[in-house]
Structures are given as C-alpha cells and as structure tokens.
C-alpha cells in the first residue's frame, strides 16, 4: 500500500502545477487530519482509496492549499442531484460494466469508487472512444461540441484538454458542486450506457457563502484515477538496513 508520497506524486504527473504545490496540498490534508495518517516516515501508515479521493478533493476542489480543508469539507456534503425522472431512469439502466456507479452516492464516496474501479473506467473509457462514431453527433449542438472537442486537442497537442475526455470529474471551488461524466456531456439525455450527474451541496450548506459571479472548475481523467489507484495497490518499499558492525551497536 502507498504512503502519502506516491499519491503526491501520482497526482504531480498528471498536474500542470509544480510538485512542491501538490506537496503542500497533501501536508496540508495531512495536518488537519483529513487522511488516516498525521505521521510521515516509515512510521506513516498506508494509504487508502479514501485516502486518494481526500487528497484528489483537496487539490481539484480547492484555488489553494489555505482553502483546502474547506474544499474537502464541502465537497464531502455534495449529494447527487438528478435533473429529473429520465436521470433517475438512465442510472437504472446503466449497463453492467458502470455497475459501481448505480447506487446513490455522495461525491466523496462516488470518486473512491472511481478511484477503486479505476480499471474499469479506463477499459470503459478505451470502448467508448472506440465505438464513437464523430459523424453521428446529436444534431446540430452535438456536432459543434464535437467539432470544439477536436479543434481544441488539435491547438493544444501533445496536451489532452478535458473537453476531450470522454471520463471527466469536474470540481468547482472551493467544492461548492461537482461532476461526474463518464460519456459525452452533450450526449447526455440520448446514452443509456454512459453515467452523467451533478453533486450539489444539501440547501443550507453554503447559506453563509460569499456571493460571487465567476466559481472556478478544475477537471480530472481516468489517466489521474487509474494513476492513484495504481499508487494505492503498489506495495509499500521497505529499506532493509545491513547488520551494524559489533563496534557500533
């Protein structure tokens, strides 16, 4: 099992901030008692998928390290919001391979779940783009989303923009609603196969929140999610220490 360090660093490869930023993010989380372990060293304890998905909470939900306790806490209490009955029905209707996803879940246990079943996210996400057909966009809107997808990989290549993606989960700070889309967002209300909600926060949560007109988002992949799972199952390196000579001991 991990330490806090491999989850660092699996998210630092996959974040354009420096690592010393996600560093901080981590002691941060670390500090306040949010992950299973305050000690660091060979004494800290493993790692867990909870673990991972508090330390991807802190660094996606929150603009800084100051506010990332508070991100957590938010994001924590978001539940998932269905537009209306044809959510509740596609959730129902997921297919087999998104399974994990169907029960009701508040954000902070549907990205551990992601991040435990990152496997098969990635699997999924792979038959998804597989099967897409770009020249089936629905209609009109969906065809224009499709072409800005496109247009947007090819200015920023070798980088992915997230638009791109078909797997998402998308964080407003600081962790006032969440995302998660594991499909085209445009082609939300025509999957049956694809899993698309929206977390928000229960009505008396952010009563006292500032008032503001620009929530900045940060979104993930399943590259990130599988990078953390893979973290998490890697067993832990322990340094073994030669025997000290009889003069020293």
């Known amino acids: 099992m991990a330490r806090l360090p491999a989850l660092v660093e699996a998210i630092a490869q996959h974040d354009y901030r420096p690592r010393s930023l996600i560093w901080h993010f981590g002691k941060t989380v670390r500090t306040a008692k949010l992950i299973l372990s305050e000690k660091t060293g060979t004494g800290a304890a493993d790692m867990t998928y909870a673990d991972a998905a508090t330390l991807l909470m802190a660094v996606g939900g929150a603009a800084s390290p100051a506010s990332a306790e508070q991100a957590v806490s938010n994001l924590r209490s978001l539940v998932h919001s269905p537009w209306d009955a044809i959510d509740e029905m596609k959730r129902e209707d997921l297919s087999d391979e998104l399974g994990f996803m169907k029960p009701e879940m508040t954000f902070g246990v549907a990205l551990e779940t992601m991040i435990r079943h990152a496997d ?87 009563l006292d929140a500032p008032t503001a007109t620009n929530v900045g988002t940060f979104t993930i992949g399943a590259d990130l999610l599988l990078a953390l799972k893979s973290a998490v199952d890697r067993p832990t390196k322990v340094i073994r220490r030669g025997t000290r000579s009889p003069e020293y001991r």
């Open 120 to 206: 098969e996210v990635a699997r999924w996400e792979a038959d998804y783009i597989r099967r897409s057909d770009r020249s089936d966009a629905d209609g009109h809107s969906g065809f224009d989303m499709e072409r800005l997808a496109l247009q947007a990989k090819r200015a920023m290549a070798p980088l992915t923009p997230s638009i791109v993606r078909p797997v998402q989960v998308i964080f407003y700070h600081a962790g006032f609603g969440a995302e998660i889309h594991m499909g085209r967002p445009w082609t939300r209300t025509v999957e049956d196969d694809a899993f698309h909600e929206f977390y928000v926060a229960p009505t008396d949560r952010f």
